[in-house]
């Protein structure tokens, strides 16, 4: 399920042919900026800095204990579109893929969103299959994002939240539209601010993605300049919580030189964005390759070496001058053509490698952690799983350490609630396997621990687990207690007791899904397969659906629904299966809801 999204192709540009020549009028500047700042490079900032909320110093971003800090990290979109959600929750945990951005260097997340998500809007697409994103079912948009959040401060990740677009329909040229006023854009402002103030995870809000013709800079229009309106912005956010960073983007067009929408920054130096608390504002630009557009540079006989004169005059030139801090809030491309994989070694370069500088660098968020921008692909690939490497691969000099967990900010000391429902679902004579009901937590629970008897013998992240190595006809009892990530602790489940089948009865068995769906409805055929050394007795089979599918009829097996579990069991006469041996059954489902994911993964368990 994904939706392909064409960003920019026919939307960044927009331009006359004068004002393209005028954007390749570069004035001679400084091949890179590695020799554009006097002071001799700094060493690596150390892992532990970007404690608590961060602040500016001239062009580096400093933590709470004035250690420099620079942002490496990826954009993660989807609250923004149709779905009010971020993307890819159709395929995978929130937490997982938090996770495995961690695992990648990455340690910002740029969060987009439109303004719809303060409607209480419900996001879409969200699987809760076996535990999946357990936590999230009945939550709405913001209360979503109020997870992800949470869960991403707490393994040591920052988030700036992107005011993308007014709503979910598309992308504005200014801050505003006729359904989204300016008044509605500042009051949301401020709302999201105060919403994650005291939460030192959320380090700062990018007020407007994009501005572009005719929005302007310095112009003196209120109607129209954005700078004007950023430090109206600015201020909205610094009255709910006045320790956040304030990311003002560029526009499109300055005195008739033009770039890529919102990265032009070239009147900045000349006016400021000038707020009421000092050591806030962090300029941003965006850049992409010829995968989203062609410009006029990417044919100049020079390229790529002309690109830094080019980066130098739109935006960096603000570090270089040591006025102000510069994030690259976006660039990506499909890295398919020479072109573009000559663009990103070039940009790579001239952000500085965090091995040479340290944090004194241009900080950046890759577009995308998603593989469904159709213009630039993203570091997943369209399995939502695996890396693409060589894109990922360009990025690693620029990769910067990672942050203490926030916890949430101020600590997080709630208990998850305490598990129900804990269930014998199979026995062997070697093994018993266990089920159980999601806990919640304010944050997230990621784990469950589970006890035989006084002894935690595992730690599972779904609701089911399989104990084995166990003795023959001996009974044991289990209890379950959830974990969330910063280590807080549910009371004990109920304790449940099983005994395990008699010595030589080696019972066991798969289960295979496959699905015909045709959007309103289903249907799923499941060949149930004796993997024992014995014929089987029985064999029941279990696996989760979102309570959007509903079973409407079955042949060859019991079936039966309750709630987000889907259980069926062997009928009188396929009850026995030799070694090896199978059977198959049918469910048929309605789907109430269209953003229902139907795939599954089934447990089989059985007795002989």
Same mark, same amino acid.
């Given at each position: 399920?994904?939706?392909?999204?064409?960003?920019?192709?026919?939307?960044?540009?927009?331009?006359?042919?004068?004002?393209?020549?005028?954007?390749?009028?570069?004035?001679?500047?400084?091949?890179?900026?590695?020799?554009?700042?006097?002071?001799?490079?700094?060493?690596?900032?150390?892992?532990?800095?970007?404690?608590?909320?961060?602040?500016?110093?001239?062009?580096?971003?400093?933590?709470?204990?004035?250690?420099?800090?620079?942002?490496?990290?990826?954009?993660?979109?989807?609250?923004?579109?149709?779905?009010?959600?971020?993307?890819?929750?159709?395929?995978?945990?929130?937490?997982?893929?938090?996770?495995?951005?961690?695992?990648?260097?990455?340690?910002?997340?740029?969060?987009?969103y439109?303004?719809?998500?303060?409607?209480?809007?419900q996001?879409?697409?969200?699987?809760?299959?076996?535990?999946?994103?357990?936590?999230?079912?009945?939550?709405?948009?913001?209360q979503?994002?109020?997870?992800l959040?949470?869960?991403?401060?707490?393994?040591?990740?920052?988030?700036?939240?992107?005011?993308?677009?007014?709503?979910?329909?598309?992308?504005s040229?200014?801050?505003?539209?006729?359904?989204?006023?300016?008044?509605?854009?500042?009051?949301?402002?401020?709302?999201?601010?105060a919403?994650?103030?005291?939460?030192?995870?959320?380090?700062?809000?990018?007020?407007h993605?994009?501005?572009?013709?005719?929005?302007?800079?310095g112009?003196?229009?209120?109607?129209?300049?954005?700078?004007?309106?950023?430090?109206?912005?600015?201020?909205a956010v610094?009255?709910?919580?006045?320790?956040?960073?304030?990311?003002v983007?560029?526009?499109q067009?300055?005195?008739?030189?033009?770039?890529?929408?919102?990265?032009?920054?070239?009147?900045?130096?000349?006016?400021?964005?000038q707020?009421?608390?000092?050591?806030?504002?962090?300029?941003?630009?965006?850049?992409?390759?010829?995968?989203?557009?062609?410009?006029?540079w990417?044919?100049?006989?020079?390229f790529?070496?002309?690109?830094?004169?080019?980066w130098?005059k739109?935006?960096?030139?603000?570090?270089k001058?040591?006025i102000?801090p510069?994030?690259?809030?976006?660039?990506?491309?499909?890295?398919?053509?020479?072109?573009?994989?000559?663009?990103?070694?070039?940009?790579?370069?001239?952000?500085?490698?965090?091995?040479?500088?340290g944090?004194?660098?241009l900080?950046w968020?890759?577009w995308?952690?998603?593989?469904?921008?159709?213009?630039t692909?993203?570091?997943?690939?369209?399995?939502?799983?695996?890396?693409?490497?060589?894109?990922?691969?360009?990025?690693?000099?620029?990769?910067?350490?990672?942050?203490?967990?926030?916890g949430?900010?101020?600590?997080?000391?709630?208990?998850?609630?305490?598990?129900?429902g804990?269930?014998?679902?199979?026995?062997?004579?070697?093994?018993?396997?266990?089920?159980?009901?999601?806990?919640?937590?304010?944050?997230?629970?990621?784990?469950y621990? @589970?006890?035989?008897? %006084?002894?935690? !013998?595992?730690?599972? &992240? =779904?609701?089911?687990?399989?104990?084995? #190595?166990? +003795? /023959? $006809?001996?009974?044991?009892?289990y209890?379950?207690?959830?974990?969330?990530?910063?280590?807080? @602790?549910?009371?004990? %489940?109920?304790? !449940?007791?099983?005994? &395990? =089948?008699?010595?030589?009865?080696?019972? #066991?068995? +798969? /289960? $295979?899904?496959?699905l015909?769906?045709?959007?309103?409805g289903?249907?799923?055929?499941?060949? @149930?397969?004796?993997?024992?050394?014995?014929?089987t007795?029985?064999?029941?089979?279990?696996?989760?659906w979102?309570?959007?599918?509903?079973?409407?009829?079955?042949?060859?097996?019991?079936?039966?629904?309750?709630?987000?579990?889907?259980?069926?069991?062997?009928?009188?006469?396929n009850?026995?299966?030799?070694?090896?041996?199978s059977t198959?059954f049918?469910?048929?489902?309605?789907?109430?809801?269209?953003?229902?994911?139907?795939?599954?993964?089934?447990?089989?368990t059985?007795?002989?």
């Amino acid at each position: 399920m994904r939706l392909q999204l064409r960003r920019r192709l026919t939307r960044r540009l927009g331009r006359s042919a004068a004002a393209l020549a005028a954007a390749t009028a570069v004035v001679a500047a400084p091949t890179g900026l590695h020799a554009a700042h006097a002071a001799a490079p700094t060493a690596p900032a150390a892992a532990s800095a970007g404690a608590g909320y961060w602040h500016t110093n001239g062009r580096q971003i400093l933590d709470e204990a004035n250690q420099p800090v620079r942002i490496a990290g990826i954009n993660w979109f989807g609250f923004e579109t149709g779905n009010y959600v971020a993307h890819g929750l159709w395929s995978r945990d929130y937490k997982s893929m938090i996770d495995q951005m961690k695992s990648l260097g990455y340690n910002t997340i740029r969060m987009p969103y439109s303004d719809d998500i303060f409607k209480g809007t419900q996001p879409a697409s969200i699987n809760t299959s076996g535990g999946m994103n357990a936590d999230l079912a009945g939550l709405n948009s913001l209360q979503v994002m109020d997870k992800l959040v949470g869960y991403a401060g707490s393994v040591g990740l920052k988030v700036i939240l992107d005011r993308h677009r007014p709503d979910s329909g598309g992308q504005s040229a200014l801050w505003y539209t006729s359904a989204v006023p300016e008044s509605t854009w500042l009051a949301n402002l401020k709302s999201i601010a105060a919403r994650y103030a005291g939460n030192t995870a959320v380090v700062g809000i990018d007020l407007h993605n994009e501005p572009h013709d005719p929005a302007c800079w310095g112009c003196g229009d209120t109607a129209t300049d954005w700078r004007l309106a950023a430090q109206r912005g600015g201020e909205a956010v610094l009255s709910a919580n006045s320790k956040l960073l304030i990311f003002v983007e560029g526009v499109q067009t300055f005195n008739g030189s033009s770039t890529w929408w919102g990265g032009n920054l070239q009147g900045a130096g000349q006016y400021p964005v000038q707020l009421s608390v000092p050591n806030r504002v962090v300029y941003s630009a965006h850049d992409y390759a010829t995968s989203v557009a062609q410009q006029p540079w990417f044919s100049d006989p020079s390229f790529p070496a002309n690109m830094p004169a080019i980066w130098d005059k739109n935006w960096g030139y603000l570090f270089k001058q040591d006025i102000a801090p510069v994030w690259v809030g976006e660039f990506g491309t499909t890295l398919q053509s020479t072109t573009d994989q000559q663009w990103l070694k070039a940009l790579v370069q001239y952000l500085r490698p965090t091995a040479q500088y340290g944090a004194d660098s241009l900080s950046w968020t890759f577009w995308s952690w998603n593989p469904n921008s159709g213009d630039t692909g993203g570091i997943l690939n369209d399995d939502w799983t695996t890396v693409n490497t060589v894109k990922d691969g360009y990025l690693a000099d620029i990769k910067a350490p990672g942050f203490g967990g926030t916890g949430g900010g101020g600590g997080d000391t709630t208990v998850p609630s305490t598990p129900a429902g804990l269930t014998v679902t199979g026995t062997t004579a070697s093994s018993i396997s266990l089920s159980w009901t999601a806990a919640t937590d304010n944050t997230g629970v990621t784990g469950y621990d @589970v006890y035989r008897g %006084s002894a935690k !013998v595992a730690t599972a &992240t =779904a609701t089911s687990y399989t104990d084995s #190595g166990l +003795t /023959a $006809a001996t009974a044991y009892s289990y209890t379950v207690r959830a974990r969330d990530a910063a280590g807080n @602790v549910s009371a004990a %489940s109920t304790a !449940v007791t099983a005994t &395990t =089948a008699p010595a030589g009865s080696n019972a #066991g068995c +798969t /289960a $295979a899904l496959t699905l015909n769906d045709w959007g309103t409805g289903l249907t799923a055929n499941v060949t @149930v397969t004796n993997t024992g050394t014995t014929p089987t007795k029985s064999w029941k089979v279990v696996w989760q659906w979102p309570t959007g599918l509903k079973v409407t009829g079955s042949w060859s097996a019991d079936v039966q629904q309750s709630g987000q579990t889907v259980s069926a069991a062997n009928l009188a006469y396929n009850g026995v299966l030799a070694p090896a041996g199978s059977t198959t059954f049918g469910v048929q489902a309605t789907r109430t809801d269209s953003g229902a994911v139907a795939t599954a993964v089934p447990t089989c368990t059985a007795t002989s």
